[in-house]
Nanobody, 115 residues
Framework: QVQLVESGGGLVQAGGSLRLSCVAS???????MRWYRQAPGRQRELVAT???????NYADFVKGRFTISRDNAKSTIYLQMNSLKPEDTAVYYC??????????WGQGTQVTVSS
């Protein structure tokens, strides 16, 4: 059974930092993992990707501010978010491609950045 559980969201002032975590059960070491976000009234957008080989890719709007990483021993990926802006306010979702071809989502964690 695949389960993705995010945590670490919260309220932070602009310029602050948060670290999101996503614990993945049932799929991890062979899976590309991603963070997405969705702000109210907007489409869900890709924030960052990390491959099983630890290659990373970022959306332009977070480059230089966010860092995605993974800890295979803990089946966990992280999103370190620095220099947060009010426009980063969104629900952040963990996403995984399973080796058998299905795609999975977590329940999301709310990040709110006040100005």
């Amino acid at each position: 059974q695949v389960q993705l559980v995010e945590s670490g969201g919260g309220l932070v002032q602009a310029g602050g930092s948060l670290r999101l975590s996503c614990v993945a059960s049932g799929v991890f070491s062979r899976s590309p993992m991603r963070w997405y976000r969705q702000a109210p009234g907007r489409q869900r957008e890709l924030v960052a990707t990390i491959t099983p080989g630890n290659s990373t890719n970022y959306a332009d709007f977070v480059k230089g501010r966010f860092t995605i990483s993974r800890d295979n021993a803990k089946s966990t990926i992280y999103l370190q978010m620095n220099s947060l802006k009010p426009e980063d306010t969104a629900v952040y979702y963990c996403n995984a491609d399973a080796p058998w071809g299905l795609n999975y989502w977590g329940q999301g964690t709310q990040v709110t950045v006040s100005s």
